[in-house]
């Protein structure tokens, strides 16, 4: 009996062990808090929508994410400053503005939102205990991006950000 109850724990871990790659939960640290997300499936909506929501992007000259410098390595309360502040901005600032006249790309957009909004909400809670604590070069990216966004009007700012969702992922994922 011993035997046949260890022998299930042994495969229910394994399992595990194997299922959780294909369900695409990877678990980042940002400073004090551990967050789970689904990069995957994020990435694959992002993908099914870059060329249609780039397509419409006609000016070229800015970036929200990288001018005048890219999203670098930040230490690791910066990081997860950062990252708490642009969680906050493309829920509050950017899926809400983000409409397009093609219902398929609306879907993969909110998708995208919903996907955002539950990774907000579990930074809220680590918040309540472990504040990250901001340094003056993460306060200093975080104003430039607010300024590159403030140039343009609500709806091409927001879907010039969404376009530039792949470099938010590529530097989660790098620093990683
Ligand atoms: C926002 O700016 C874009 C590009 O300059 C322009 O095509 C669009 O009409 C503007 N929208 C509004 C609501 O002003």
């Known amino acids: 009996m011993k035997i046949s109850c260890l022998s299930l724990c042994l495969l229910s ?16 640290q940002f400073g004090p808090c551990m967050i789970s997300m689904n990069v995957n499936e994020i990435r694959a909506s992002f993908t099914a929508i870059k060329a ?13 994410l990288s001018y ?3 999203l670098h390595n930040f230490n690791s309360a910066n990081r997860c400053c950062i990252i708490h502040h642009l969680l906050r901005f493309y829920v509050d600032k950017v899926f809400k503005h983000c409409e397009t006249e093609d219902s398929h790309v609306n879907r993969k957009i909110s998708s995208i ?13 680590c918040n309540e205990q472990n504040v990250c604590n901001c340094g003056e070069e993460a306060i200093e990216k975080y104003k430039q991006i607010l300024s590159n966004y403030g140039q343009l009007n609500t709806t091409s700012a927001a ?18």
């Open 13 to 28: 871990t394994m399992c595990w062990l194997y299922s959780t790659p294909t369900t695409g939960n990877k678990i980042f």
């Open 52 to 64: 249609t929501i780039q397509a419409k992007d006609a000016i070229r000259t800015i970036s929200i």
């Open 68 to 70: 005048p410098y890219s």
């Open 113 to 125: 939102a919903n996907s955002f909004l539950s990774v907000k909400k579990k930074f809220r809670q």
């Open 159 to 176: 879907m010039k950000s969404l376009g530039e969702l792949d470099i938010l992922l590529d530097w989660m994922e790098k620093a990683h």
